[in-house]
């Protein structure tokens, strides 16, 4: 079982499918915003950047893959995208079920690195115009946070299983 996994993350369809799960969600973001005018709070604005580095593992881990290397940045990036974005959803959904306290607030411009100020490049994808905690819209009673919990507890979960396989063939070896 472990060999297929290794086999398969030594494929670049495999990273090409992270890649494309993730670049699908940042769609389905863009839709939520521009299409239902749900406006994005800061929280799901880092989320987003979040899910963008899993899409840019993917495609790192896809080109080059044949290289130990690469493979790993991508692996380490899929990590830290999976599990960065699932502490902030945690976070968000946190922050919903105690919307009306002082203890539970969000800020209201994103904190990029100056080196990187996202949100004043591309206002279209990163500028934050809503709040934290409004529940806008639910699938099946559960928010949108939440649903992002379920997301990149998934992403961190297969990153894991990857990651094990490939490192336990390494040392097979």
């Given at each position: 079982m472990l060999k297929k996994l290794n086999d398969f993350v030594l494929n670049p369809l495999s990273w090409w499918l992270l890649a494309l799960s993730a670049l699908g969600l940042e769609l389905s973001a863009l839709y939520f915003q521009y299409g239902m005018k749900l406006e994005p709070c800061i929280m799901c604005i880092y989320q987003r950047v979040a899910i963008l580095a899993i899409?840019?593992?993917?495609?790192?881990?896809?080109?080059?893959?044949?290289?130990?290397?690469?493979?790993?940045?991508?692996?380490?990036?899929?990590?830290?995208?999976a599990i960065w974005g699932l502490a902030l959803a945690v976070e968000h959904v946190d922050i919903q079920a105690?919307?009306?306290?002082?203890?539970y607030t969000c800020d209201l411009v994103p904190n990029f690195p100056s080196w990187m100020p996202l949100h004043e490049w591309i206002p279209s994808l990163f500028e934050a115009t809503g709040d934290c905690g409004e529940i806008s819209w639910q699938f099946i009673g559960y928010s949108m946070p939440q649903w992002m919990v379920v997301v990149y507890?998934?992403?961190t979960v297969l990153f894991a299983i990857f990651f094990i396989s490939r490192v336990s063939q390494l040392f097979k070896k």
């Open positions: 899409m840019v593992a993917g495609v790192i881990g896809a080109v080059g893959n044949k290289y130990t290397l690469l493979r790993l940045i991508g692996f380490a990036i899929w990590a830290v995208g105690n919307a009306g306290s002082l203890f507890g998934v992403y």
